[in-house]
């Protein structure tokens, strides 16, 4: 079946350091990748996604790109912010429907 | 973008009591929906797929007469759970595509439910 593994949390950055929050994938066939991010409080939404093999997501700064060769999908972002503190889920969506598979969740903690 | 509530966002109570929790697309129509179980530092879990006019789907390992679901209409699915244990103290979130094919999901801020 799918499967999605990342990283392990939680992630502790100061303002303006770069983040890689690395995400691994197994699945049948050519699935969607997502990254959604989850606020203190908040659901989930969606940050990031690609439909294909070597297409990247990008999104308020936040990049991730679709690498089939390693079935990989890792969020990386130049400068964090402490607004960016939150969990992090990578997803993957395969085998038709809507289904998602979500990785455990990282959590990102960005100080001063 | 499209909101999804869910009611209520906290809830406890005793063992052997049922609760139910709400699901709603406040300003979109959903013909499905999908109810998921956190744990603490754990992933979502899919639980469910609501269907709206027909039953729902369960994943391996849920039970059905537990867990139980209503799409009674366009905007809104319940999860019920029956006979609640301990156990069945969770974080309970759902979901809601924009549409049949739709990449986008939107999900509910989730409930809380201690069972004691």
């Known amino acids: 079946g799918n499967s999605v593994t990342q990283m392990e949390g939680p992630v502790t950055l100061s303002e303006e350091a770069f983040l890689t929050i690395n995400c691994t994938y197994t699945a049948t066939g050519y699935p969607s990748l997502f990254w959604y991010v989850q606020y203190p409080g908040e659901g989930l939404q969606l940050l990031l996604k690609a439909t294909k093999a070597d297409d990247k997501g990008s999104n308020k700064g936040f990049e991730a790109t679709y690498r089939k060769e390693t079935t990989s999908f890792h969020l990386e972002k130049g400068s964090v912010q402490v607004s960016d503190s939150a969990v992090y889920f990578c997803a993957l969506r395969g085998g038709g429907g809507n289904k998602l598979t979500f990785g455990t969740g990282t959590q990102l903690k960005v100080e001063l | 973008g499209a909101v999804v509530s869910q009611h209520p966002s906290w809830v406890i109570c005793k063992s052997g009591t049922s609760v139910k929790i709400e699901c709603r697309s406040l300003?979109?129509?959903?013909?499905?929906m999908f109810w998921y179980r956190q744990f603490p530092k754990q992933s979502l879990m899919l639980m469910a797929t609501s269907n709206e006019g027909s039953k729902a789907t369960y994943e391996q390992g849920v039970e059905k007469d537990k867990f139980l679901i209503n799409h009674a209409s366009l905007t809104l699915s319940t999860l019920t759970v029956t006979s609640a244990h301990p156990e069945d103290s969770s974080f309970y979130i759902c979901?809601?595509?924009?549409?049949?094919?739709?990449?986008?999901?939107?999900f509910g801020p989730g409930t809380r439910l201690t069972v004691t």
């Open positions: 979901s809601a595509p924009t549409g049949v094919s739709s990449y986008e999901q939107y």
């Open positions: 300003d979109f129509q959903a013909t499905t």
